[in-house]
């Protein structure tokens, strides 16, 4: 889904980004160029840049744990 229409930047470039290491809007707007133009995009920018930083965060905790079937496995 396009988030920023003026520079046609989707959710899933935004997610890509903040994968890649951005984790500020500042970030996003360096890279993609978000709220550049008309600035609208702004407020969904920061809701998918916070569902994303939520992703990346339970992603790495996810595989950086011990789980019981590492512990049984090692
Ligand atoms: S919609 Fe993002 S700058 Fe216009």
Do not use: W
Not at 46 to 70: D, G, I, W, Y
Request: charged share 20%; glycine share 6%; aromatic share 6%.
């Amino acid at each position: 889904m396009y988030i920023c229409i003026c520079k046609g930047v989707t959710d899933t470039a935004i997610h890509e980004a903040v994968y890649n290491g951005a984790d500020r809007m500042r970030d996003l707007k360096s890279c993609l160029g978000v709220t550049e133009q008309c600035g609208i995009c702004a407020t969904n920018v920061q809701e998918v840049l916070e569902q994303a930083l939520m992703q990346r965060s339970l992603a790495s905790n996810f595989f950086s744990k011990p789980t019981r079937l590492n512990e049984k496995l090692a």
